[in-house]
């Protein structure tokens, strides 16, 4: 891949996008333990209604955006946003089983290796990434493990469990590095429109062929699927594809682990899953993490940034 052009100075209005996808994204794991569905059901429910509620803007809106997209000068970009369709059905395909293979916490551990797998995904890319930035990768993930208790299972399914979850880290990685490279020339509205759309159709496919059951689930459980459409869907995903047009997908796979916090507040106050004292220390680790990966990698990129020289007529300072 090419290196990613550069971004545009963050402005409040994604600063907010990206506060209000970490606390939208926050509400899955507990809504998904509140459904009473196969995991793999609500990730097609999810995806496929997005795109019912998406497509009516998209269609008539970013007519144009689609038609460039099937000319022949837009089929990389358009080939950016299935690959990244494909992707994200691999990571719900892959992390969302893993949970029933081994424990919840060594799931959710392995799963937020995401951010490893960006930054050596943006070193492919010929993206150098300063020191205090893995340094932060490192305190978050570790942070992450910690507040999630991960254990270790010694059985062999336990081992296919924490495979399945790894990769299931590596494919939220590669939806995330496509999406960075889609967003740079397209809307979100179309991108997350072809993403959601492509992601739904392979689960479907993969539901269907693994007699998975899709319909018939009670008034509470479709509830909560609703709930997961409009908020980790349509809040949560749709506004860190958003902010890829101006945050490295690094620094949002970063960013998308104070979903562990969030959702332990969630599940603490609707699920009366009291946190236990090693995840309080977890999540601190994980938020020095995220604040020394946003604020470092930040000061670590004016300082790369050459200062813009002077017109040549221009007379220097005098002392």
């Known amino acids: 891949m090419l290196p990613v052009s550069?971004?545009?100075?963050?402005?409040?209005?994604?600063?907010?996008?990206?506060?209000?996808?970490?606390?939208?994204?926050?509400?899955?794991?507990?809504?998904?333990?509140?459904?009473?569905?196969?995991?793999?059901?609500?990730?097609?429910?999810?995806?496929?209604?997005?795109?019912?509620?998406?497509?009516?803007?998209?269609?008539?809106?970013?007519?144009?955006?689609?038609?460039a997209l099937a000319a022949p000068t837009g089929r990389r970009e358009g080939l950016f946003c299935v690959v990244s369709g494909i992707a994200l059905a691999a990571h719900f395909a892959t992390w969302m089983p893993s949970v029933r293979l081994t424990s919840v916490a060594m799931a959710t551990a392995l799963v937020a290796t995401q951010p490893v797998w960006q930054g050596l995904i943006a070193r492919a890319q010929g993206r150098r990434l300063p020191p205090v930035v893995w340094t932060g990768i490192a305190v978050a993930v570790g942070g992450a493990v910690v507040a999630?208790?991960?254990?270790?299972?010694?059985?062999?399914?336990?081992?296919?469990?924490?495979?399945?979850?790894?990769?299931?880290?590596?494919?939220?990685?590669?939806?995330?590095?496509?999406?960075?490279?889609?967003?740079?020339?397209?809307?979100?509205?179309?991108y997350t429109t072809i993403c959601y759309g492509i992601c739904a159709v392979i689960l479907l496919v993969i539901c269907l062929l693994g007699g998975i059951r899709v319909v018939g689930f009670d008034g509470r459980t479709w509830l909560a699927i609703l709930a997961l459409v409009a908020g980790a869907q349509l809040l949560g995903h749709s506004m860190f594809n958003y902010a890829l047009h101006k945050v490295s997908a690094t620094t949002v796979s970063v960013l998308i682990l104070l979903e562990v916090p969030g959702a332990?507040?969630?599940?603490?106050?609707?699920?009366?899953?009291?946190?236990?004292?090693?995840?309080?220390?977890?999540?601190?680790?994980?938020?020095v993490g995220v604040a020394v990966v946003v604020l470092g990698g930040a000061r670590a990129a004016r300082r790369a940034t050459p200062p813009t020289p002077l017109p040549a007529d221009a007379a220097p300072l005098e002392s």
């Open 6 to 67: 550069p971004r545009p100075p963050l402005d409040p209005l994604t600063t907010g996008a990206i506060g209000l996808a970490v606390v939208a994204v926050s509400s899955s794991a507990p809504l998904i333990a509140y459904a009473a569905a196969p995991a793999l059901a609500i990730a097609l429910w999810r995806n496929l209604l997005a795109v019912v509620v998406l497509s009516p803007f998209s269609l008539t809106r970013r007519r144009g955006e689609f038609r």
């Open 264 to 287: 332990a507040l969630l599940a603490w106050l609707w699920l009366d899953q009291v946190p236990r004292p090693y995840a309080l220390v977890g999540m601190i680790l994980l938020l």
């Open 148 to 190: 999630t208790g991960a254990d270790v299972g010694v059985s062999g399914r336990a081992v296919a469990g924490d495979l399945l979850a790894v990769t299931g880290g590596v494919f939220a990685a590669v939806y995330t590095a496509f999406g960075e490279r889609a967003r740079a020339s397209i809307s979100t509205t179309t």
